[in-house]
């Protein structure tokens, strides 16, 4: 059922029950042993997630006291104690609030990635809480000093082939970001008074441009696709928070770092041309439709012309019906 409270204050739940049942040794363990149960973790983590924004303000600092003496980077518990802060650590705290919410522990976890260099299995979750952090203190967190290593961690973590050699990681590497998270992330720092982020997201699909050509495939290519998709989802979905959404007890983005027009028409600039070559990519073109459409929404004057200018020769062509198909199905996202 929907909660109907509108503040924290109105409601406030503990992140762990205080109750200890008979037979147990303490109701932390209790509750850590079921989420390892895999029939109901799903469940439970969507449980936690929803709740964490009725934690109280304490919560943090005793979440912190509670898995930080996990946390050594040579050793298996570390995987353990990074998962338990991505999942309970409360993000939405006020303002006012912030010292004792994220500023506890922000320095000392982006400190820790930082440092790292061989992307073991903690670190892509370390990335999902940056991202779920960047998404709800839009304006408030200053990104600019860790976006250049932000960004030469996300392109390492394509996996794209280097050199003539082909030299790429293990297939069965599973330890990449997830592009999701990865598109909150770059969402979340853009706008404001620095132009960083633009920058380096203009210079990102400049380095990997020519992978969208229809010539090339490999299984790097299911990871780019998804980032053309889900980039132009994220920035409507943010205009519509900032412009056009019902305001609510969440922390609103200030005005200084809320998207400008220019920064939208930099935004489409920079990313159209990757999307037309992957119109017709080797593995569908519902992805870069499903981007022309979102791009056509908040710049139609940038987006329907070149489209229409690759759907007349594909009309005429004799030698290539896939074009035609392709075009067409982009056409009609526009």
């Known amino acids: 059922e929907r909660i109907l409270y509108s503040k924290t204050e109105h409601l406030g739940l503990n992140w762990f029950p205080n109750s200890c049942r008979p037979g147990l040794s303490s109701p932390k363990t209790f509750v850590l042993n079921v989420l390892h149960r895999c029939s109901v973790e799903s469940v439970l983590k969507t449980l936690v997630k929803n709740c964490r924004l009725y934690f109280p303000e304490s919560a943090t600092a005793e979440m912190l006291d509670e898995w930080r003496p996990l946390m050594c980077p040579f050793d298996v518990t570390m995987q353990k104690a990074i998962t338990y802060f991505e999942l309970f650590l409360p993000t939405t705290l006020p303002p006012e609030c912030h010292h004792k919410g994220f500023k506890l ?110 010539s090339n495939n490999g299984r790097w290519l299911n990871k780019l696709m998804k980032l053309l998709q889900r980039l132009p989802s994220n920035i409507v979905r943010r205009l519509h928070r900032e412009r056009y959404k019902k305001m609510s007890w969440l922390t609103p983005v200030p005005d200084s770092h809320k998207l400008s027009d220019q920064d939208i028409t930099e935004f489409v600039e920079c990313i159209i041309q990757p999307v037309l070559l992957a119109m017709f990519s080797k593995t569908g073109s519902l992805e870069a439709a499903q981007a022309l459409q979102n791009l056509a929404l908040m710049r139609p004057e940038l987006v329907i012309p070149p489209v229409l200018e690759k759907t007349y020769p594909a009309l005429e062509t004799l030698t290539e019906p896939h074009q035609l198909t392709a075009t067409l199905s982009c056409v009609i996202g526009v």
Do not use: C
């Not at 299995?121 to 250049?148: K, M, S």
């Not at 996300?154 to 592009?179: C, E, H, K």
């Open 105 to 214: 522990w922000f320095d000392e976890f982006l400190g820790l990635w930082v440092s790292v260099q061989n992307l073991p299995q903690w670190e892509g979750h370390l990335v999902n809480l940056f991202a779920r952090l960047a998404t709800d203190n839009i304006g408030y967190i200053n990104w600019d000093p860790y976006i250049p290593k932000i960004f030469t961690r996300i392109l390492r973590s394509l996996n794209l082939p280097v050199g003539s050699n082909q030299m790429m990681v293990p297939r069965f590497l599973t330890n990449a970001y997830d592009i999701g998270h990865a598109v909150m992330w770059i969402t979340a720092m853009m706008g404001g008074p620095s132009k960083l982020v633009q920058k380096h997201l203009a210079g990102l699909f400049q380095s990997i441009a020519s992978f969208y050509h229809p």
